[in-house]
């Protein structure tokens, strides 16, 4: 049965790629996160939420046409709370998943417990914290004459 997930895995990997390139998104070069101790949230992003989000975060991710419920545009989570990036919120959304009191859809996964690999909720906090800080990096501008 494990032989088995690690197949499902591996396609679902590589039709992500093939769908990227297809897509016209360019891939960044990126360290799995599989393979290192303390992934960038760059990398996380890539490895866990670009494959719904698109790698620029606006939604648009290889599988976005296939969801019933469209991922959200991560690059206006400041704009649409008054310009300020609810730090907090975002990560008890990553945590907990889209059940989240305010998120809207139980369709995004709670990727706390992954994340903390086995009981280890250091690790888990710190990739939390690092995909929170990239996804604060993605934010539009404001418009010139917005509040």
């Known amino acids: 049965m494990r032989s088995l997930g690690a197949f499902v895995l591996a396609g679902v990997i590589a039709s992500f790629a093939v769908c ?8 960044p070069a990126a360290t ?7 992934p ?6 890539i490895g866990h939420c670009a494959i719904c989000h698109g790698l620029d975060g606006r ?11 469209v991922p959200a545009d991560l690059t206006q989570i400041a ?8 730090d907090a919120k975002v990560s008890d ?8 009191l305010g998120h809207g859809s139980t369709a995004m996964l709670p990727w706390g417990l992954y994340f903390s690999e086995r009981h280890k909720p250091a690790a888990g906090k710190a990739r ?20």
């Not at 960038?40 to 992003?45: N, P």
Request: proline share 6%.
């Open 59 to 69: 939604g648009r991710g290889p599988l976005a046409e296939a969801m019933k419920i």
């Open 79 to 86: 704009a649409k709370h008054d310009g300020t990036f609810p």
């Open 93 to 100: 959304v990553i945590r907990n998943g889209g059940a989240v």
């Open 20 to 27: 990227t390139t297809a897509s016209g998104q360019e891939a």
């Open 40 to 45: 960038s949230g760059r990398d996380l992003f």
């Open 128 to 147: 939390v914290k690092a995909l929170v800080t990239y996804l604060k990096s993605l934010q539009a501008p404001r418009a010139a004459g917005s509040r």
């Open 32 to 38: 799995t996160p599989a393979t290192r101790d303390d």
